[in-house]
C-alpha cells in the first residue's frame, strides 16, 4: 500500500510540475539565436517579438547573431542547447532547405526541435524589367520558350525560396530559362531593373518599393492571395499558372525536449502580440503578414516544406559548399 501511495504522490507531483514552470517562466534572460547577420528580415521580425516578450514578461531577450554556413552555424548550436527554454531559435527558410542542399548539415530540422510557431511570412514575387514584351505571367512563359536561351533570371540566394521557386518555374513551365544568381536581393533587383537579367524572382519585400514605383513590373506573387502590399499584382493562380505557392517564412522553434508547457507559453504571447495593429503594420511594411500558427501546424508545414523542396534541389542538382 505505502508503494502505490508513493507512486501515487509522484505522478501528482509530475502532473504539477509543468504547470508550475510554465507559471514561474521565465526567470531568467533569454537567448534568441538568428543564425544570420543583422538587418535581414529574419533579425527584424526576431527583434520585434523579442521586444515586445521582453516587456510582458519582465525578463530580457537577448538577441545573438550568429552567422555562417547558410545558417547552419546557429542552428547547430541552438540544437546543441539545453531544451530549458532559455535558448530559443528564429529560423527562416533555410532551416528547412539546407538538409537537402548541403552535403552533412549538423542538426536534423525534424528531431532536434520543437516547432513554436510560424511568426509570419511573406510571398515571393516574380518581376520582369519593363522592356519585357510579357503583361502577365503566362505571357511570360510563351516569350521564354519563343527565345531559347535568351532569357535570364536574378536569384538573391542560392537555395532560398525565391531561387527555388525559380528553378521550379523552370522545370515546369520554361526549360530555357538561364539563372543568374546574386549575392542578395539588392543586386538581383539591381541587375533586373537595369535590364541585365530581365527577369527576377525574389521575396516580396525587396522588390515591393521597385514595383510599386514602375521600376519592375509584377507579373505574380506566388500565394492563395493577393499581398496588400502589392494589391495590383495578381497571384500565380490567377495567372492560370498553378503550383508554384511559396514564401518567405520566419519562424521560431526550441531544442527538443522543451516541455510543452513553455512551447504553449511561447506559441500563445507570440500569437497576442503579431494580432496587434502596431505589430501587424510594422510586418506589412516589410512585406509579411501574421501567421502565428499552432506548433502542431508549424511542425507540418516543416515537413511539408523539407520534401517538396528537397524534390526542387534534386532535380536542379543544387549543391552548397
Partial sequence: ?????????????????APA?????????????VPFAA??????????????????????????????????????????????????????????????????????????FAPITLVAASPNVVSVTPSVPARTLKELITVVNANPGKYSFAQPATGSTPHLVGELFKQTYAPDLVMVPFNGAAPAVTSTIGGHTPIAFTALPPAMGAIKDGKLRGL???????SSAVPDVPTNAEAEVPGLESDTLTGVVAPAGTPRPLIDKWRNEIANVVATEEIKQRLQTLGFAPVANTPEEFGERIKTEIERWGKVVREANIHAD
Avoid at 21 to 33: D, F, L, V
Avoid at 41 to 66: C, F, H, M, Y
Avoid at 220 to 226: E, G, I, P, Q, Y
Fill in 1 to 17: 500500500m505505502n508503494a502505490v501511495i508513493r507512486s501515487l504522490v509522484c505522478l501528482v507531483a509530475l502532473g504539477f510540475a
Fill in 21 to 33: 514552470s510554465a507559471q514561474t517562466y521565465p526567470s531568467k534572460p533569454i537567448r534568441m539565436i
Fill in 39 to 112: 538587418g535581414g528580415p529574419t533579425d527584424v521580425i526576431a527583434r520585434l517579438v523579442a521586444q515586445k516578450l521582453s516587456e510582458i514578461w519582465g525578463q530580457q531577450i537577448v538577441i545573438e547573431n550568429v552567422p555562417g554556413a547558410g545558417g547552419n552555424t546557429g542552428i547547430a548550436m541552438v540544437a546543441k542547447s539545453p531544451p530549458d527554454g532559455y535558448t530559443i531559435l528564429t529560423v527562416s527558410t533555410g532551416f528547412l532547405v539546407n538538409p537537402s542542399m548541403y552535403a552533412r548539415v549538423p542538426y536534423d530540422p525534424i528531431k532536434d
Fill in 220 to 226: 505574380a506573387v506566388f500565394a492563395s492571395r493577393r
